[in-house]
Structures are given as structure tokens and as C-alpha cells.
């Protein structure tokens, strides 16, 4: 499963014109997906447990500047052109920017069908070929990101801002979008996908552009006769796609590579791939139904998994390091802040010069290893004074009220008192040294016979 297999009709006409292309032929497939899933996704759903859910595929072809994300598109369009007949002509809009205007776009294309002979019509699939300049403007909105979750589900959209209320029911809209890598890391943010606002869209790294020897071929006709009768066979009436008994034991495997996986990633990097295990279930749908098939068998399953898992890889690699401006410090624990406030006083500070900066009391202090105290008295009838001071491997002290200081030579109290520079590290936590009484966490060992999916990265 090292390589994305190009299933079904689909894979077999991308196949055929990847010859002719400079652009990858995984981007193609992608996007030819994309668009069959927003073509059936009014009236095909799968089911897993009982609940049924759109078989939607958002989709990102990730790639630099004349990397070949428009020619792969264009691509997938003389894929699919012919066998969806007047769909991606009517039904293809970009420039989305608000969560209003999703709403209302797809309020009008209700509106517009529902009078027709075959209803209301709520597909709609979103292309953005320069999704940075959207992702630039959506900040703006609060309500776009959960307007995109909602859409993703399948849930009920609904505008309450406008004197006409408007509401869709189970909307069947696909974002199919291109951006770099650097733009993905600077503005899909860790936070926008924890929240699941992001975390939806398949990513795709694209491979190198390859050079034709020849670049005024055409591409070659693609027999989409098959794809025509699936596309009829999928919107003549609702279709739900089950899982077959043979496809469960893979099945499995999936759910537990997607929760295996995610345990083991760093967090900026896991919620990207939170749901792994849904997207190939809808992958597998989307395959099935081009075969004119209500159940996913095995092989379906598999070459379904191979693809989510391409792009699991791919989130992985997008993401390494992109939280990593963005990690905050570690707060410093009491034994820290003690040793740093008695440097700062030379290597010797009373209590006054210790307890108000680290917010603890005296007997917290004393209880901390290698701090040790004594109680000095200023002459007589002085007020005693708690004194600290670092030494190795002092043992259990006691107070001492009654006698005076150990004399020491000049010299030795000279270096006791002499004022110490104390590095800007001594306030920051070590980043090998765990605090005291917290287990130490080991790297996690790129491959372990503990976690075989960890290896599949």
C-alpha cells in the first residue's frame, strides 16, 4: 500500500491520459474524485453502524507555483466532462469567502430547482484555484468555519441575517482547492482544524511536474461510457452504501490505524488526521458507485485506504515544524524559581528575597531538595531571619535559633557575598530535565514493533 492505487473507471481514464500530462496523475485522480462525489452527493450516502452520512470529498492539491495543480484540474475535467453531463457546467462556482454566502448560494439553487421535474437540487461544487486569498478573507467571519463544518456533515444551513430566512437541508457541497505549502502552514491553522473546521479536507503533495518531449499532443479521448451509466445508475433515486462482510476485517485495521496514528503524532500534527477512518469509508462509497455497487468489498476498501493514507502522509509532512514558532514556554517549577532567585542574590537570599517572586510559603521552600535554610539572629534581640542558600547533597536541616552564624574567613565571605551573573537560561526550564516527581517522556522511536502503523509514515 506504498502507492495510491487509481481504482475503477475513474482510475483506469487517469491512467490512460497520465502519458500526456505534465502534472501528476495523483492530482488528477483527487480532483476527478472530488467532483464525482459532489455529482452523486445529493442522493448517495454510506452507511457504517447504522448512520448514514454523505459520501462528500473535500479535497487540496498542495504544491508550489507551476507545480501543475491547474493542469491536473483541467484534467480531471476531460475525465469527467462527458459523463456528467451539463453538472460541472451549472453547478461549479469559486469565491466563497463568508458563511453567508455559502448559505445563500446554495439558498438560490434550491429555490431555482425545487419547482423542477426532479426537485430541489442543493449540489455544489466549490473550486478554489487560489484558496489563499480566500483563507486571507474568511478570518474576517467567525461563522464561515462552522458554516463549512455543517457542510461537510451534511447538517442543516441556515441564514438568519437576512429579512427571508434561509435554510438547506442536507446540502451536498465539495471544496476542491490548490494551495503551497508555506500558505498552508501560515494560514490553515492548528487551531481552525482542532476545531474541525479544516481537518476535513484531504491534502495531496504533488510530485514533480514530468517534461513531455512533445507538449502539443492533446490528451487522448476518454471512453466515459461507464462513468455515464454510473452517474445515472447513482441519481436516479437515494442510494446507501453498506460495507460488505468481507470488508470488515480491513475495516478494522483502518479504524485502528487512524486512533494508533493519532496517539503517536504531535498534537499539531494528529488533529490534521482525526478523521482518517471516515474518509476512507467515503472514498470507498465514492468508488463504489462508480461501479453501480450498494456495498464496498475489500479491494474497494483497500484502494480507498491507500489514497486517505497518501494524504495522512502528506498532512504529516506539510505540518512538521509549522507549530513550532508558535510553542509556547513551559512554566518554570517552584525549585526553579527558588534557585533563580537565590543566583540573582549572590547564592544566599533571606525569605523576603525569595517567597513574594515565586509565590510559595517558607515551609514549601524548605521542603524543596538542595535548598537549605538557616534562621540567622542579628545581634541579641534581633528579629531572626530565614536564610537560603543551594548546597549538592545537604541533609534534613533544623532551625538553629540560638546560635550565631559560623565565622568565616574574610576571603570566603567575601566570595559568598560577591555579586554572581546569573544567564537568562537559569529562568527557563531545561528542556532534557523533567520536573521533579514527573515521569520523563522517551522520544517515540520512528518504527516499533509496539505500533506497526507508526512505520507506515
Excluded at 441556515?158 to 508555506?182: C, F, G, Y
Amino acid at each position: 500500500m506504498s502507492t495510491p492505487v487509481l481504482y475503477g473507471p475513474i482510475g483506469r481514464a487517469v491512467r490512460k491520459i497520465a502519458p500526456f500530462l505534465e502534472a501528476d496523475a495523483l492530482g488528477v485522480y483527487v480532483a476527478a474524485l472530488s467532483m464525482w462525489s459532489a455529482a452523486i452527493g445529493g442522493t448517495v450516502q454510506v452507511s457504517s453502524r447504522g448512520s448514514a452520512r454523505p459520501v462528500l470529498l473535500w479535497s487540496a492539491l498542495v504544491a508550489g507555483t507551476g507545480r501543475g495543480k491547474g493542469t491536473a484540474l483541467r484534467a480531471a475535467l476531460h475525465v469527467l466532462d462527458a459523463s456528467l453531463g451539463r453538472f460541472l457546467a451549472t453547478h461549479t462556482t469559486s469565491g466563497i469567502t463568508s458563511g453567508a454566502s455559502l448559505v445563500h448560494h446554495l439558498w438560490e439553487q434550491q429555490e431555482a430547482t425545487t419547482e423542477t421535474e426532479r426537485g430541489r437540487d442543493v449540489r455544489a461544487l466549490v473550486v478554489e484555484e487560489e484558496w489563499t486569498e480566500v483563507l486571507k478573507r474568511v478570518k474576517r467571519d467567525p461563522s464561515f468555519t462552522t458554516k463549512l463544518r455543517a457542510a461537510w456533515d451534511g447538517a442543516t444551513l441556515r441564514n438568519t441575517t437576512k429579512e427571508e430566512a434561509q435554510e438547506i437541508r442536507d446540502p451536498a457541497m465539495v471544496l476542491h482547492s490548490h494551495i503551497t505549502p508555506s500558505d498552508w502552514a501560515k494560514y490553515v491553522g492548528e487551531s481552525e482544524a482542532a476545531g474541525g473546521s479544516y481537518n476535513r479536507i484531504l491534502p495531496f503533495l504533488l510530485g514533480a511536474v514530468p517534461m513531455l518531449d512533445d507538449d502539443r499532443v492533446s490528451l487522448p479521448k476518454v471512453d466515459g461510457r461507464e462513468l455515464s451509466d454510473a452517474y445515472g445508475w447513482a441519481t436516479a433515486r437515494p442510494r446507501v452504501i453498506t460495507l460488505s462482510e468481507d470488508a470488515r476485517p480491513l475495516w478494522r485495521i483502518v479504524r485502528r490505524y487512524a486512533r494508533i496514528l493519532g496517539e503517536t503524532l504531535p498534537e499539531g500534527q494528529a488533529v490534521f488526521i482525526e478523521r482518517t477512518a471516515e474518509q476512507t469509508l467515503r472514498v470507498a462509497a465514492c468508488l463504489a458507485a462508480s461501479e453501480c455497487s450498494e456495498s464496498i468489498t475489500e479491494e474497494m476498501l483497500s484502494a480507498a485506504f491507500t489514497l486517505v493514507r497518501r494524504s495522512v502522509q502528506d498532512a504529516v509532512r506539510i505540518t512538521t515544524g509549522a507549530d513550532a514558532p508558535r510553542a509556547k514556554r513551559q512554566p518554570l517549577s517552584l525549585a526553579d524559581k527558588v534557585r533563580a532567585r537565590i543566583e540573582l542574590n549572590g547564592g544566599r537570599a533571606t525569605s523576603s528575597q525569595v517567597l513574594p517572586y515565586v509565590g510559595a510559603t517558607a515551609e514549601e521552600v524548605k521542603a524543596l531538595p538542595g535548598i537549605v535554610f538557616t534562621v540567622e539572629r542579628s545581634g541579641k534581640t534581633g528579629r531572626p531571619a530565614t536564610v537560603f542558600t543551594l548546597r549538592g547533597d545537604t541533609p534534613v536541616h533544623t532551625e538553629q535559633p540560638n546560635e550565631a552564624p559560623t565565622p568565616q574567613p574574610a576571603s570566603a565571605e567575601r566570595d559568598v557575598k560577591r555579586a554572581t551573573v546569573v544567564q537568562m537560561d537559569a529562568y527557563r526550564p531545561t528542556p532534557k530535565q523533567a520536573p521533579v516527581g514527573m515521569p520523563v517522556k522517551r522520544p517515540i522511536a520512528p518504527v516499533s514493533g509496539s505500533n506497526p502503523f507508526r512505520a507506515l509514515l
